[in-house]
């Protein structure tokens, strides 16, 4: 019975999370349009902030109520999510193209991602240093997609980067802000509740509390770049979806991964997950060859399928490694 409650906890949690995050990223693209900001502000330092918003809570609740196994399961599952399921979901549903200019910077992308992986299992233990040059990296990041013009979601204006000084105070700015910070509330809320009966469960079942935040939570988690990726695609702006599930990934591992380290009260030894960050850089590595390969600059039905194989292998081998326990690969 106690089983039973916990999982209903868990999918209503998981579901209101989604819906408090497609809440949060709404009101923050309005709140932008009305104060005028910047489409670079817009697409990096809040759309990409606010898709990544429920990972960020789940991580670092994770981390701070001890389970250690989710935070790490649910960035690292995350991403391979977004590579493999959403953007295959994406290639399989309508070709992606992408211009040669976005190709390169969605190739810095895919490679400072790739590269951050090895570095992290060359460094093994992952400590509040680390944690620090994770976050310093994302600054770094912000400020040379500002200059470079990178624009990683779905909303495009024509203003440049500026807020107006004597900006009037109207009722549609306080609603936008009052709802941003009623869905801020409701996913903290909500992810708490999620990583402490996701938790049980796992104790429950006898499994990895990473196999959990890898695969059930990383999903519900990763709803919001699933959002925009949809909704840019009914647009036309295929791009710019694939931008954003894309860039999202990158925070992920600087920002996300940055934070919970910092609030880790102890080194993590990342080998301990060496399965995932395989699966991690396969993805990474497979997105950056579609892409790239023989100069096509697009994502297509085939490759697409691939993607989708793949996500599903991730499901068979994760769930073959927790259940039978090998501790040194999970």
């Excluded at 919001?224 to 931008?243: D, W």
């Excluded at 194989?309 to 039978?324: K, N």
Aim: with cysteine.
């Amino acid at each position: 019975m106690n089983f039973l409650i916990e999982f209903a906890i868990f999918i209503v949690s998981i579901f209101i999370l989604s819906k408090a995050s497609h809440t949060v990223i709404k009101s923050s693209v309005k709140i932008a349009r009305i104060t005028r900001l910047g489409e670079l502000v817009v697409g990096f330092l809040i759309l990409s902030f606010a898709t990544i918003l429920p990972e960020l809570t789940i991580s670092v609740t994770s981390m701070l109520s001890g389970n250690f196994g989710i935070a790490f399961g649910n960035i690292l599952g995350s991403n391979i999510t977004c590579l493999l399921l959403i953007l295959g979901l994406m290639g399989f549903m309508k070709t992606v193209k992408i211009t040669e200019k976005t190709w390169r910077r969605l190739s810095d992308v895919l490679f400072l991602s790739s590269l951050i992986l090895v570095v992290l299992l060359v460094v093994t233990y992952l400590s509040k240093l680390v944690g620090v040059a994770l976050i310093i990296l994302y600054i770094i990041f912000g400020i040379y997609s500002t200059k470079k013009k990178i624009t990683l979601g779905e909303i495009r204006l024509d203003e440049p980067f500026k807020i107006i000084p004597k900006l009037k105070i109207s009722n549609s700015l306080l609603k936008s802000l009052l709802f941003l910070l009623l869905g801020m509330i409701i996913v903290f809320t909500s992810s708490w509740f999620a990583v402490n009966s996701a938790s049980s469960i796992a104790t429950s079942l006898n499994i990895h509390q990473s196999f959990i935040g890898a695969t059930i939570m990383a999903i519900g988690a990763s709803l919001p770049e699933l959002t925009v990726a949809v909704s840019a695609q009914k647009e036309g702006h295929l791009g710019l979806g694939l931008g954003n599930t894309i860039g999202s990934g990158l925070t992920r591992l600087t920002l996300v991964l940055g934070l919970v380290l910092l609030v880790a009260p102890f080194s993590v030894n990342i080998n301990l997950f060496i399965v995932l960050v395989i699966f991690v850089l396969i993805s990474t590595l497979l997105v950056l060859l579609f892409l790239g390969s023989w100069g096509r600059k697009k994502l297509d039905r085939t490759e697409g399928i691939v993607l989708l194989i793949f996500y599903f292998l991730f499901l068979l081998v994760t769930s073959i490694v927790s259940y039978t326990n090998f501790e040194i690969f999970f």
